[in-house]
């Protein structure tokens, strides 16, 4: 089941000795809208070819424990994604991981933490 978790949650698992990839990823499922900025370390996986791209993606994270999703406010294409990765991930591989979404989005992390190089880089204030 997809759970979610807030900003300060997720900076704080980033910062710890967690290896990204490894631990956790960050799935970034924004399109054209990824261009103003990113979370660090997060991998861009667009929308638009997440249905394509899914089980390649579950391939690549099998052994990962904790999938964290999110797009600009996470309340259509992040969620989304979240449940089709979670299904497919359930259907080929054990379910001993979680997936999460980010609550807020890209919007409400990189607003909190965007003067945070450790956690936000490629930040566009123009585009925010």
Known sequence: ?????????????????????????????????????NIKGSRNHPSQRFLLDVDDLVKQTKDVPIMIFHCALSQERGPKAARIYEETRNTF???????????????????SYKDDPELVENWREIIW
């Open 93 to 111: 591989h054990d379910a001993n991981h979680t997936v999460y979404v980010l609550q807020g989005g890209f919007v409400q992390f990189g607003q």
């Open 1 to 37: 089941m997809v759970q979610g978790i807030i900003g300060s949650e997720l900076a704080k698992l980033i910062k710890s000795a967690k290896v990204p990839g490894k631990d956790y990823l960050i799935v970034d499922v924004r399109d054209e809208d990824w261009k103003g900025g």
